[in-house]
């Protein structure tokens, strides 16, 4: 089993949709929680940190449910700009390194359609 | 102010070559890490450099090897490639470690034949 689990998608939605991405880990220490969007043939750039008590960024809100171990990502009116891969991110602490390691899911891809 | 560079953009290499990478983090920036990212899949954490040395590594072979300057640029570097490396390098700086608030350049796209 994955670390970091995503559907892959595509998800192809129109403009002004509502979607929702969730994301399952499997290592129950996980501490920090993010989402990453990476635009086609770019780099990987923070979208938003996911707290427990869940946050909201303009159109995208985050939660957490760390009884169930996933996170989610909900988009609001959907944009044609929004269309991305949407990466989940998990940090946990190792034993073996006394340091956090950061866990990329494969990331779901996001359409969106006039 | 300059984010993170990478080198060269593109490359192509034969099978059982050597290839080096670099990489400047962002300024102000101590910490490097070095993701591979095949065609379709999330960035895969190959090692973190921090003070010039490797403090953690991902489940990559030893031909998979490292090094960061006192100036925090680091270099990755493949021995005897195989053609299953080909894959897209991305480095990624932080400052004090992985809190997650990585900023990532736009990577080095290797092409092994």
């Known amino acids: 089993r994955k670390e970091v689990e995503q559907d892959p998608g595509p998800f192809n939605v129109p403009e002004g949709a509502t979607v929702a991405f969730n994301c399952t880990y499997s290592?129950?220490?996980?501490?920090?929680f993010f989402w990453y969007r990476q635009d086609c043939r770019k780099e990987p750039k923070l979208l938003m940190s996911v707290y427990s008590s869940g946050n909201e960024d303009g159109r995208f809100t985050a939660q957490l449910n760390r009884a169930s171990q996933y996170i989610s990502l909900l988009i609001r009116d959907s944009k044609l700009s929004d269309s991305a891969t949407y990466l989940c991110?998990?940090?946990?602490?190792?034993?073996?390194?006394?340091?956090?390691?950061?866990?990329f899911g494969s990331g779901t891809r996001l359409q969106v359609q006039p | 102010d300059a984010g993170v560079t990478q080198s060269p953009t593109h490359l192509i290499k034969t099978r059982g070559q050597q290839v080096t990478l670099r990489c400047s983090p962002k300024?102000?920036?101590?910490?490097v890490s070095w993701y591979q990212q095949a065609l379709g899949q999330g960035p895969q954490f190959i090692f973190q450099?921090?003070?010039?040395?490797?403090?953690q590594r991902g489940n990559f072979p030893d031909r998979f090897s490292g090094h960061q300057f006192p100036n925090y640029s680091s270099e990755l570097n493949v021995n005897a490639l195989l053609l299953g490396d080909s894959a897209l390098y991305l480095c990624a700086s932080s400052l004090g470690g992985p809190e997650g608030k990585l900023f990532f350049g736009s990577g080095t796209q290797l092409s092994v034949l």
């Open positions: 450099y921090y003070e010039e040395e490797e403090r």
């Open positions: 290592n129950s220490a996980s501490q920090s």
């Open positions: 991110v998990v940090s946990a602490f190792r034993r073996d390194t006394g340091r956090r390691a950061l866990t």
């Open positions: 300024s102000g920036h101590d910490t």
